[in-house]
T-cell receptor, first 110, second 115 residues
Framework: AQRVTQPEKLLSVFKGAPVELKCNYSYSGSPELFWYVQYSRQRLQLLLRHISRESIKGFTADLNKGETSFHLKKPFAQEEDSAMYYCALSSAGGSYIPTFGRGTSLIVHP | KAGVTQTPRYLIKTRGQQVTLSCSPISGHRSVSWYQQTPGQGLQFLFEYFSETQRNKGNFPGRFSGRQFSNSRSEMNVSTLELGDSALYLC??????????????FGPGTRLTVL
């Protein structure tokens, strides 16, 4: 069975500090990993996916198959980064049953 | 383009009743997925419809069902409501035939409260 674990419910940092939101997964096949974000009073939206290897809003995430992790990182947090972040997994290609983590609430203090 | 819309936004029902929620996808999107979000279980996949056919299904009892119409609008129905069905129900649409988590666009959700 596939599983996504986000060990921190809440992460609190000061503006300018580095941020790392942890995500570990369990899946026997080839996973597709994603990060979704939900800002206050806004809809859930895709932040980035591991296949794209892109940086969105300064965030990056590297898939580490050895450690089965997909941690989200940003070198310098901004107040506008405060939001709920969800890590998600689905099977690569074909049909899928997406699995989401419980989410981590990031609060960036001024 | 207009985003994914869901109606109603809020709903209060009592145990034993049934409820129907509606979702209108982004124009041109043919894949519609439904999720249940609760504080205890997080975001859980219910099912996905594509071209009026259920293509994928999560691990929910048969009381949860859905359908999709020829215009891609989708409805989900929950029969014999239980207190534990209280949740935010999210709908997401996707432009890709294959679906895929990354290309989903979420609606604002319907908040269902079961008393």
């Amino acid at each position: 069975a596939q599983r996504v674990t986000q060990p921190e419910k809440l992460l609190s940092v000061f503006k300018g500090a580095p941020v790392e939101l942890k995500c570990n997964y369990s899946y026997s096949g080839s996973p597709e990993l994603f990060w979704y974000v939900q800002y206050s009073r806004q809809r859930l939206q895709l932040l980035l996916r591991h296949i794209s290897r892109e940086s969105i809003k300064g965030f990056t995430a590297d898939l580490n198959k050895g450690e089965t992790s997909f941690h989200l990182k940003k070198p310098f947090a901004q107040e506008e980064d405060s939001a709920m972040y969800y890590c998600a997994l689905s099977s690569a290609g074909g049909s899928y049953i997406p699995t989401f983590g419980r989410g981590t609430s990031l609060i960036v203090h001024p | 383009k207009a985003g994914v819309t869901q109606t109603p936004r809020y709903l209060i029902k009592t145990r034993g009743q049934q409820v129907t929620l509606s979702c209108s996808p982004i124009s041109g999107h043919r894949s519609v997925s439904w999720y249940q979000q609760t504080p205890g279980q997080g975001l859980q996949f219910l099912f996905e419809y594509f071209s009026e056919t259920q293509r994928n299904k999560g691990n929910f009892p048969g009381r949860f069902s859905g359908r999709q119409f020829s215009n891609s609008r989708s409805e989900m129905n929950v029969s014999t409501l239980e207190l534990g069905d209280s949740a935010l129900y999210l709908c997401a649409s996707s432009p890709r035939p294959q679906g895929g988590t990354d290309t989903q666009y979420f609606g604002p959700g319907t908040r269902l409260t079961v008393l």
